[in-house]
């Protein structure tokens, strides 16, 4: 990933140029990972694209993805609450 990568994924809105990114350049995110799913996290705010990517990682590759695939199932879980509704 390049700095021109970066500055596009900065303006990603609700994660779904991230999403788009992961799924795009899968052959060479390993060491950009931890970078895209805080990136993921800081800007889906719905968890929608947090749990798309999770299930995207777990079908390419579950042992190899592991602990992105844990990073995003407990973002989307922190999401989930912060958005139940309490009435």
Do not use: P
């Amino acid at each position: 990933m390049n700095e021109d990568d970066k500055k596009l994924l900065s303006k990603d809105s609700d994660g779904l140029l991230t999403y788009e990114y992961i799924a795009n350049h899968i052959s060479s995110i390993d060491d950009d990972l931890d970078y895209l799913i805080d990136n993921m996290m800081r800007v889906d705010l719905s968890g929608q694209f947090i749990v798309s990517a999770a299930r995207y990682l777990f079908a390419i590759d579950a042992e190899h993805y592991n602990n992105a695939v844990s990073r995003l199932i407990t973002a989307a879980i922190e999401k989930d609450r912060e958005h139940r509704y309490i009435g």
